[in-house]
């Protein structure tokens, strides 16, 4: 079976660090991208960055509001894709989730999106 | 960066209606949307991927229209189990964006 399954979440002040996990099973990892996503109590669901599979290079995108502070790696021995977050702001409180991607140079999206974790929550307060 | 302008942001509607959410982007995206349902403290869910691809499994009243600029989500026999909140995500251009949502609520 196919499945995501993050972890890493809590409570944080301000200004401190937190490393999200998100484990993968069901399939070959190494050839996936892998995204993260976020959603703000009440609001509207946000990209948050992106890692490409190996094959492409396992470089990074992301969103504006995280770039500089967020950090996107994978454990290739473990089949996990980290989401590395320093700098926290209150803005950053919500449940984070990730997905499996496919990486956009195959230009390809059947499995992109198809399968997602049941999200972590991350609350950033004093 | 690309916009994603989805309508209406709620709706209310009856079982067995037709509905149908739109959502625009700022440029063109080719086929690289996808729609989402989430239903309340759950993760979201991929009904239709390519921008009129079904995913496995989603019942076939869900359809998916559009590319460039103009994409729709169908729904065309509403069920109870599909009053949720729905999102397009565009996947086209980093950074990716979703619209702002729809919730669809029981009439």
């Known amino acids: 079976e196919v499945q995501l399954v993050e972890s890493g979440g809590g409570l944080v002040q301000p200004g401190r660090s937190l490393r999200l996990a998100c484990r993968t099973s069901?399939?070959?990892?190494?050839?996936?991208?892998m995204s993260w996503f976020r959603q703000a109590p009440g609001k509207g669901l946000e990209w948050v960055g992106f890692?490409?599979?190996?094959?492409?290079?396992?470089?990074?995108e992301y969103a504006a509001s995280v770039k500089g502070r967020f950090s996107i790696s994978r454990d290739e021995s473990e089949s996990i894709a980290y989401l590395e977050m320093s700098g926290l702001k209150t803005d950053d409180t919500g449940v984070y989730y990730c997905s499996r991607g496919q990486d956009p140079a195959t230009g390809i999206w059947s499995d992109a999106f198809d399968i997602w974790g049941q999200g972590t929550m991350v609350t950033v307060s004093s | 960066d690309i916009q994603m302008t989805q309508s209406p942001s709620s709706l209310s509607a009856s079982v067995g209606d037709r509905v149908t959410i739109t959502c625009q982007a700022s440029?063109?995206?080719?086929?690289?949307l996808g729609w989402f349902q989430q239903k309340p403290g759950k993760a979201p869910k991929r009904l239709i991927f390519?921008?009129?691809s079904l995913q496995s499994g989603v019942p076939s009243r869900f359809s998916g229209s559009g590319s460039g600029t103009e994409f729709t989500l169908t729904i065309s026999s509403l069920q109870p189990e599909d009053f949720a909140t729905y999102y397009c995500l565009q996947h086209h251009f980093f950074p990716w964006a979703f619209g702002q949502g729809t919730t669809v609520e029981i009439k």
């Open positions: 440029q063109d995206i080719r086929s690289d």
């Open positions: 390519a921008a009129s």
């Open positions: 890692v490409r599979s190996t094959v492409y290079g396992g470089t990074t």
């Open positions: 069901g399939f070959i990892f190494g050839t996936y991208a």
